[in-house]
């Protein structure tokens, strides 16, 4: 059955980068694309951006200059980077099948991401 | 962007009731729009996608409808386990959320 996974830090200082990792199974990363969404306490989803099944990335613009998604295949991992983290980054983090014109219809279980001293 | 308005923010209904969540968009989204239902502590997930469509294995009782700019979930007969928050997500032009309905029994 498709399953995906984070992991990462919990806890990441301010200013530094956060490094996230999604596991997939069920579904090839050639054939389904994989984006990460993230959610503050309390309110809604935040779309960050997409690895599209040919290896493209798509990212929102608003995250953009601080955002990089990439993918090891073999391994059926996608990875997330940002930098220059603040408090407003914290939150969970969530990695999601991404299918054309049905989305995000899996997720994963999300990590939660602390951005403290 | 696109932005989407949910509401209520929070909406109270007794076991049994009828209860509609509204979801409006800033411009037409064509029909390209999915509701998750989000437990606590929980994944979001999805109900409904591209307006109508019931995901594989969700209860009858939730349905979908709409056009252009507005939006409509419908529970037909109110279960306790139906207490959830409920976004609204369009991706006719990038993707974007609303910011949730929260539902409670009265």
């Known amino acids: 059955q498709v399953q995906l996974k984070e992991s990462g830090p919990g806890l990441v200082q301010p200013s530094e980068t956060l490094s996230l990792t999604c596991t997939v199974s069920?579904?090839?990363?050639?054939?389904?694309?994989v984006s990460w969404v993230r959610q503050p306490s309390g309110k809604g989803p935040e779309w960050m951006g997409r690895m599209w099944y040919d290896g493209d990335t798509a990212y929102n613009s608003a995250l953009k200059s601080r955002l990089s998604i990439s993918r090891d295949t073999s391994k059926n991992q996608v990875f997330l980077k940002m930098n220059s983290l603040q408090t407003d980054d914290t939150g969970t983090y969530y990695c999601t099948r991404d299918r054309f014109r049905i989305p995000l219809d899996y997720w994963g279980q999300g990590v939660m991401v602390t951005v403290s001293s | 962007d696109i932005q989407m308005t949910q509401s209520p923010s929070v909406l109270s209904a007794s076991v049994g009731d009828r209860v509609t969540l509204n979801c409006k968009a800033s411009q037409n989204i064509n029909k390209y729009l999915n509701w998750y239902q989000q437990n606590l502590g929980e994944a979001p997930k999805l109900l409904i996608y591209?307006?109508?469509n019931l995901q594989t294995g969700i209860p009858s009782r939730f349905s979908g409808s709409g056009s252009g700019t507005d939006y409509t979930l419908t529970i037909s007969s109110l279960q306790p386990e139906d207490v959830a928050t409920y976004f609204c997500f369009q991706h006719n032009s990038w993707y974007t959320f609303g910011a949730g309905t929260k539902l409670e029994l009265k």
């Open positions: 069920g579904f090839s990363l050639t054939s389904y694309s």
């Open positions: 591209n307006t109508n």
